[in-house]
């Protein structure tokens, strides 16, 4: 069973994520992970992340794993370094190639597979590209200023004001909801779920009655 976690950045949904797939027993994917990774091998081949051809070629000769919760590069852990301002900066354009999309997805599909066919997977395109046949698939939102305060407590955030942060989500909002490959929409069948109010474990609540909807027999008894 693949439950799906979509949205925006600073919505929560890395959060609920693990939180759903910790009560679940299953193992996480974070997707973005995977194309910050990509990006930091384009930028360590010094290659331009406009150029698809080049981005291309640099994906395809690296490795990228996602380990117990880590993304590495080549063999080794690079979760700092992918949250890197080098990296925030190119991510979007090395991410809107379709041809990178499609190797980065068809290893996302590897991942769960080896997994047995069951995670919980977090992005901006998994009910709807990567498993469009998810059991559950979830959107999770929340207002703009909502989204930046929570993004300033990320190391990520680099000592940023809250309004610069607000506007570098617009930007990425905007570049991946309007991106040809894959932009981020929610899925026709999603539910959306607007988090700018809602605590984490009133999220994942819901999201694990999504689950046992689908799945009765996973309800824990009484």
């Not at 600073?10 to 973005?32: C, F, N, P, Q």
């Not at 698809?52 to 852990?77: K, N, Q, T």
């Amino acid at each position: 069973m693949v439950i799906a976690i979509d949205g925006p950045g600073g919505a929560g949904k890395s959060t609920v994520a693990r939180a759903v797939a910790d009560l679940l027993g299953l193992e996480h994917l974070d997707t973005g992970a995977t194309y910050r990774a990509a990006t930091l091998a384009a930028l360590r081949a010094k290659v331009d992340a406009d150029d698809a051809a080049a981005v291309l070629r640099a994906v395809s000769e690296s490795d990228i794993e996602y380990l117990d919760g880590i993304i590495h590069l080549d063999g080794s852990p690079v979760a700092a370094a992918v949250r890197g301002e080098e990296v925030n900066a190119a991510v979007s354009a090395v991410s809107a190639h379709p041809e990178v999309r499609k190797v980065i997805v068809a290893g996302q599909r590897d991942w769960v597979a080896d997994r047995g066919g069951s995670a919980v997977v977090e992005g901006r395109d998994i009910g709807t590209v990567v498993f469009p046949d998810a059991a559950v698939k979830v959107f999770i939102t929340a207002r703009s200023e909502i989204r930046a305060a929570r993004r300033a407590g990320d190391a990520e955030a680099a000592d940023k004001a809250v309004g610069e942060i607000e506007a570098d989500l617009a930007r990425r909002d905007h570049f991946d909801s309007t991106r040809v490959a894959s932009p981020l929409r929610p899925a026709e069948d999603a539910v959306v779920i607007d988090t700018s109010e809602m605590g984490v474990a009133e999220v994942t609540r819901l999201v694990m009655e999504l689950v046992y909807e689908e799945r009765p027999g996973l309800r824990p008894g009484p």
